[in-house]
Nanobody, 125 residues
Framework: QVQLVESGGGLVQAGGSLRLSCAAS????????MGWFRQAPGKEREFVAA????????YYADSVKARFTISRNNAKNTVYLQMNSLKPEDTAVYYC??????????????????WGQGTQVTVSS
């Protein structure tokens, strides 16, 4: 049974930082590209960042580029999202996901077949 468990969310002031972690089990983690998505109240789930299985390629939404960094440790079956210079508009539930559709876009939620339960990030102004 595949499990993705996010942690590290919380309440932070604007300009602050958080580091999200996503621990994976039940799959050969090192063979999956991984992504982070977020969903704010009343909005659709949106792409944040993604990383290839080998960490050779990373992808970011324009809104987080230069502020967020995605990384992974295949030995620990964990993917991370370092979030710096946080803004109130970053407030959302953040989800990690494992990409199961080979050749599909990294930015498309439908490309990912396994999802975590999410972790809340709240940025106060």
């Amino acid at each position: 049974q595949v499990q993705l468990v996010e942690s590290g969310g919380g309440l932070v002031q604007a300009g602050g930082s958080l580091r999200l972690s996503c621990a994976a089990s039940g799959l050969t983690f090192s063979t999956y590209a991984m992504g982070w998505f977020r969903q704010a109240p009343g909005k659709e789930r949106e792409f944040v960042a993604a990383i290839s299985w080998s960490s050779g390629n990373t992808y970011y939404a324009d809104s987080v580029k230069a502020r967020f960094t995605i990384s992974r440790n295949n030995a620990k079956n964990t993917v991370y999202l370092q979030m710096n210079s946080l803004k109130p508009e970053d407030t959302a539930v953040y989800y990690c996901a494992a990409k199961t559709s080979r050749g599909a876009p990294m930015t498309f939620p439908g490309s990912y077949g396994y999802w975590g339960q999410g972790t809340q990030v709240t940025v106060s102004s």
